[in-house]
T-cell receptor
């Protein structure tokens, strides 16, 4: 089974802190994603990566950055946490390919981040 | 940018009633995927549709992909309490790696 592991289930940080959310997948997937989930807004894509050291902005990248130094690890960084970044953060990974069967996303258990 | 909307946002049904959620994308999707998220859990893949007009069934669940590949639906026949959760559609915009998720439909089933 594919396993996507996020470093923390719950996190409480102070406004202005630099926050690192880590995600590791064990299935050699090319693609990795960071989403945030807020009630009524679904899952919104923050950043994604299709290869090591490659990254592209999603729909809401402001206030975030990412790092992918190794294929299995994708980190989300909040440079200066703010209260409006309080949310559930979900990491996912998938095989590459646009239409091939088997390119579904596998999610981690999520990190509920509270910024106070 | 691309938007994927789902309706309804919430649905309460009596156990045994049918349920349908609709997914509409502002742009063409190369494929459509459906996910289920149980309360307190993370999204889990249900199915993928690739071809225009495709229909797939999984027991009581029926999935359809529109002819224009811009809309899709999930229909559950005779809902059960185990169907409770939020259902999301998702897909990569044609020619990109970006998985865009719908806004989700939260289903509650009353026993």
């Amino acid at each position: 089974d594919v396993k996507v592991t996020q470093s923390s289930r719950y996190l409480v940080k102070r406004t202005g802190e630099k926050v690192f959310l880590e995600c590791v997948q064990d299935m050699d997937h090319e693609n990795m994603f960071w989403y945030r989930q807020d009630p009524g807004l679904g899952l919104r894509l923050i950043y994604f990566s299709y290869d090591v050291k490659m990254k592209e902005k999603g729909d809401i990248p402001e206030g975030y950055s990412v790092s992918r130094e190794k294929k299995e690890r994708f980190s989300l960084i909040l440079e200066s946490a703010s209260t409006n970044q309080t949310s559930m953060y979900l990491c996912a990974s998938s095989l590459s390919g646009f239409e091939a069967v088997g390119t579904e996303a596998f999610f981690g258990q999520g990190t509920r981040l509270t910024v106070v | 940018g691309q938007q994927v909307m789902q309706i309804p946002q919430y649905q309460h049904v009596q156990e045994g009633e049918d349920f349908t959620t609709y997914c509409n994308s502002s742009t063409t999707l190369s494929n459509i995927q459906w996910y289920k998220q149980r309360p307190g859990g993370h999204p889990v893949f249900l199915i993928q549709l690739v071809k225009s007009g495709e229909v797939k069934k999984q027991k009581r669940l029926t999935f359809q992909f529109g002819e224009a590949k811009k809309n899709s639906s999930l229909h559950i026949t005779a809902t059960q309490t185990t169907d409770v959760g939020t259902y999301f559609c998702a897909g990569p915009t044609s020619g990109t790696y970006k998985y865009i998720f719908g806004t989700g439909t939260r289903l509650k089933v009353l026993a």
